[in-house]
């Protein structure tokens, strides 16, 4: 297989596929009730891409380097029969399969979901303060819910687990060293994520980002933090270990420190658009051809030019103060 790259050198390896637009939480910073209220008109079932049209973007994907699938949403537990896809996706060669979610249903789903054949399970989880989390959310569920959803997804065998926290200043500033804490020495990694401007209605502004800096002073300030060389080329979070032997936390800086240059992530949403960055205004139509009786040569041959032409760098131009226009929601896209 020859390698796939884009106009900056950079390899296909990673893709994130939105399997719904829909969740139970209204997380302020991803789907502001303001914007999604009740009676709000997801796409209906026709729109979406059924388990064998994933399954089969998926697996030319892989043709084309991918090495990792992650589902996500919305809320990825909320798209019916999800295990029927991850039994289509399991297989795929060489492929490392994650999901990630907001973790209350995973009492019910993660054993269905082991058995399936997936690997592993990323929870978001924003505080332990059951108000703050509340808030967060703008959602009944608490932290108590997130936390049983981890032990269950640590019984049915679907660790090591990632806990992601979005940390928003004047929101969950105050709950990042109480989370580190609780996840120290547990062998479950905590990845604190700088606030970031995804979609457009979110009301961004980048005084409420906390800085990956500020999250390692804070927590290192109570538990002594010390670097971690990459594992890889294109690690996404910056990686920090407790001097005590506690184990690691992330920190994903894609504000302060943009990592474009390593980026090697498509996206299909849920309505089969694939894009090149999260930050994206427009993909490419993948259903349309699907639909349209595309065999897998036509469909490898869009996905390889897409890809080839791919030149975004979001953040970086972000960095640069040079940034601009209406950006798809996080929610379509999948985080
Ligand atoms: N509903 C699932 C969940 O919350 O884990 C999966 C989808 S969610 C869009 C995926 C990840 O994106 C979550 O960890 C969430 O915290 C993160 N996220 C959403 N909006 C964000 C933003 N504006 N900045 C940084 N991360 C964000
Ligand atoms: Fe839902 Fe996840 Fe977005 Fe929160 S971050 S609104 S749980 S999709
Ligand atoms: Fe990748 Fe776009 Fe994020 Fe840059 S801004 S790291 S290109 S998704």
């Known amino acids: 297989m020859t390698e796939l790259r884009d106009a900056r050198g950079r390899l296909l390896r990673d893709l994130r596929v939105s399997v719904t637009d829909r969740c139970n939480m209204r997380c302020s910073y991803c789907m502001p009730r303001a914007h999604f209220p009740a009676g709000f008109k997801f796409l209906p079932r026709g729109e979406i891409l059924r388990h064998e049209e994933v399954a089969r ?41 994650a999901l990630t979610t907001n973790g209350v249903l995973l009492p019910k789903h993660a054993a269905t979901l082991r058995a399936a054949g997936l690997a592993r399970v990323t929870v978001s989880l924003d505080s332990l303060d059951a108000d703050v989390f509340r808030a967060m959310t703008d959602s009944s569920f608490t932290p108590a819910d997130v936390l049983a959803g981890v032990d269950a997804a640590l019984a049915a065998g679907l660790g090591p687990i990632k806990i992601n926290c979005v940390v928003r200043r004047g929101h969950n500033d105050g709950s990042v060293v109480a989370l580190a804490r609780r996840f120290h020495g547990t062998g479950c990694v905590v990845r604190f994520i700088e606030y970031m401007d995804v979609g457009d209605t979110n009301e961004w502004r980048r005084d409420d980002v906390v800085t990956g800096r500020e999250i390692v002073e804070a927590i290192s300030r109570e538990l002594p933090l010390l670097p971690v060389a990459s594992a890889y080329d294109g690690e996404v979070a910056k990686r920090w270990r407790y001097a005590d032997g506690g184990g690691e936390i992330g920190v994903i800086t894609s504000v302060t420190q943009p990592f474009c240059g390593a980026c090697s992530r ?12 999260l930050f994206a205004s427009d993909g490419v139509d993948l259903r349309a051809p699907l639909r349209d009786g595309a065999t897998d040569d036509e469909l490898t041959a869009l996905v390889r030019e897409t890809w080839r032409a791919r030149d975004d760098r979001y953040s970086e131009l972000r960095a640069l103060g040079l940034s601009r226009g209406k950006r798809i929601e996080m929610s379509y896209i999948g985080g």
């Open 57 to 97: 973007v998926a697996g030319l994907l892989v043709g084309l380097g991918v090495k990792k699938i992650r589902l996500t949403g919305g809320e990825p537990l909320l798209r019916a029969d999800l295990h029927k896809l991850i039994e289509a996706l399991a297989p795929l060669p060489g492929v490392d399969l």
């Open 266 to 277: 498509a996206r299909l949403s849920a309505r089969g658009i694939l894009y090149t960055c």
